[in-house]
């Protein structure tokens, strides 16, 4: 589907599915997008809550974790339920994450856990995150044997991609996600890779 503003995917997935919202200014947008009409949790980071964390309106509780793979801890997560507690969010709330796929990772492992599970809603504010860590389900942290040790599947109920988060991220984040996107058109999509070098052309 399309409106003005933004296209809309469906991804179906063993028990339902989920709509990944791309556009130019869908944050503003979040609970007509996603649905949500109980209280909102957001967790974001250090980098991307000052810049962004406004936009979503307003919310119980907004939980700013320090930014970097180094905080994808169950330490992190645990601060994360404490803060939720002292709001006093139930089932009936829903989290979102806005960032990376860090923070997608630990705010989707704290929705999967936090009072056996609660609505969990994708912002991703990283191209990498964008095209790969919010949509398939898989959340989790490190542990300080190795990355992802811990971990749970937990589908979004939806995904709201906001391009115009883009403007700020780094140049080596998104050369990072451009990878990833570069990847997905060798392995299964030539016509995406036809698309990228045509880009690339207009560059020149
Ligand atoms: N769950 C999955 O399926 C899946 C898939 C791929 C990767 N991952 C995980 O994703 C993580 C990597 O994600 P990442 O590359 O997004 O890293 P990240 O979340 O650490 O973000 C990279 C940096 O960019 C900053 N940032 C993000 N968006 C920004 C914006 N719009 N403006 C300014 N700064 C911004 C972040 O604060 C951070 O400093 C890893 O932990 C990896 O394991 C998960």
Redesign the pocket.
């Known amino acids: 589907m399309k409106d003005e503003s933004s296209s809309r995917l469906t991804v179906v997935h063993p028990v339902g599915q989920y709509n990944v919202i791309v556009g130019a200014d869908v944050l503003p947008r979040l609970r007509e997008l996603a649905g949500i009409v109980g209280p909102v949790a957001v967790v974001t980071?250090?980098?991307?809550g000052p810049?962004?964390a406004e936009r979503l309106g307003e919310t119980v509780c907004l939980v700013t974790i320090p930014?970097?793979?180094r905080h994808?801890t169950l330490t992190t997560v645990q601060s994360i339920y404490d803060d939720l507690l002292t709001v006093g969010l139930d089932r009936s709330g829903t989290i979102v994450a806005l960032?990376?796929?860090?923070?997608?990772?630990v705010a989707?492992f704290v929705a999967a856990t936090y009072m056996r599970g609660v609505r969990f809603v994708q912002c991703?504010?990283?191209?990498?995150?964008m095209v790969?860590?919010?949509?398939?389900?898989?959340?989790?942290v490190?542990l300080p044997q190795g990355?992802?040790l811990v971990g749970a599947f937990k589908q979004p109920t939806a995904v709201l991609a906001d391009m115009a988060?883009?403007?700020?991220?780094?140049p080596e984040?998104f050369a990072?996600?451009m990878a990833?996107v570069v990847k997905h058109g060798l392995i299964a999509n030539p016509d995406l890779l036809d698309r990228l070098m045509i880009e690339d052309l207009r560059l020149d």
Do not use: F, M, R
């Not at 960032?99 to 990772?105: Q, S, T």
């Not at 790969?132 to 989790?140: E, F, M």
């Not at 988060?165 to 780094?170: A, E, I, K, Q, V």
């Open positions: 980071d250090s980098h991307v810049l962004y930014a970097g793979e994808k960032g990376g796929g860090v923070v997608g990772d989707g991703p504010t990283s191209l990498l995150a790969d860590a919010s949509v398939g389900g898989k959340t989790g490190d990355k992802n988060t883009l403007t700020t991220l780094p984040e990072a996600g990833e």
